[in-house]
T-cell receptor, first 116, second 120 residues
Framework: GAVVSQHPSWVICKSGTSVKIECRSL??????MFWYRQFPKQSLMLMAT?????????EQGVEKDKFLINHASLTLSTLTVTSAHPEDSSFYIC????????????FGPGTRLLVL | AQTVTQSQPEMSVQEAETVTLSCTYD???????LFWYKQPPSRQMILVIR??????QNATENRFSVNFQKAAKSFSLKISDSQLGDAAMYFC?????????????????FGQGTILTVHP
């Protein structure tokens, strides 16, 4: 299957700091990337959708100033959690759709964020 | 808006046996895609199988097959000859076949998930 990577896989930060998570499509061009948040044993919650070169579209209830998304190239999207607080601690997953198969999302391995 | 329902929070199966996971969805669209994703303890989401709504034939991938009943809006996953590595949380997902602006925009609507335990 298509390969999507995420970095870092684990991050611990202090409250008030910002954290950047990278999502890369390694073997295809990702015209669209998606960012999800997931709590243990729950389903994925879509946060935002980004198209290369365009502003991200955020889901209702997601603070766009807190979760900054940039999709600067066809292989890279970043999610920056600004001024992180303990309630932002979660598992963040990205996915990508594009030249490999426009109808299917391929997922990265996820990033565990712990804010102290 | 579309909804996806997985009514079985947990299922269990003996190794080598067959298990079926249920999924129903609600939509007014005629063109759409349905997916089953697997999320093992590593939490990496893995595509198991995909079904195009316009195809009458049920999709099959090795030991995994679906029973797609379009009129009933049902999309169940059958796992044959279950293996210990099949233990995971399984998500059913819906994607509209209509794209906004001709770009690949389609969001996935996920079900609540079913935790599958495989007993040796």
């Amino acid at each position: 299957g298509a390969v999507v990577s995420q970095h870092p896989s684990w991050v611990i930060c202090k409250s008030g700091t910002s954290v950047k998570i990278e999502c890369r499509s390694l073997d295809f061009q990702a015209t669209t990337m998606f960012w999800y948040r997931q709590f243990p044993k729950q389903s994925l919650m879509l946060m935002a959708t980004s198209n290369e070169g365009s502003k991200a579209t955020y889901e209702q209830g997601v603070e766009k100033d807190k979760f900054l998304i940039n999709h600067a190239s066809l292989t890279l999207s970043t999610l920056t959690v600004t001024s992180a607080h303990p309630e932002d601690s979660s598992f963040y997953i990205c996915s990508a759709a594009g030249t490999r198969d426009v109808w299917t999302q391929y997922f990265g391995p996820g990033t565990r964020l712990l804010v102290l | 808006a579309q909804t996806v329902t997985q009514s079985q929070p947990e299922m269990s199966v003996q190794e080598a046996e067959t298990v079926t996971l249920s999924c129903t969805y609600d939509t007014s669209e005629s063109d759409y895609y349905l997916f089953w994703y697997k999320q093992p303890p590593s939490r990496q989401m893995i595509l198991v199988i995909r079904q195009e709504a316009y195809k009458q034939q049920n999709a099959t991938e090795n030991r995994f097959s679906v029973n797609f009943q379009k009129a009933a809006k049902s999309f169940s996953l059958k796992i044959s000859d279950s293996q210990l590595g099949d233990a995971a949380m399984y998500f059913c997902a819906y994607r509209s076949g209509v794209d906004a602006g001709g770009t690949s925009y389609g969001k996935l609507t996920f079900g609540q998930g079913t935790i599958l335990t495989v007993h040796p």
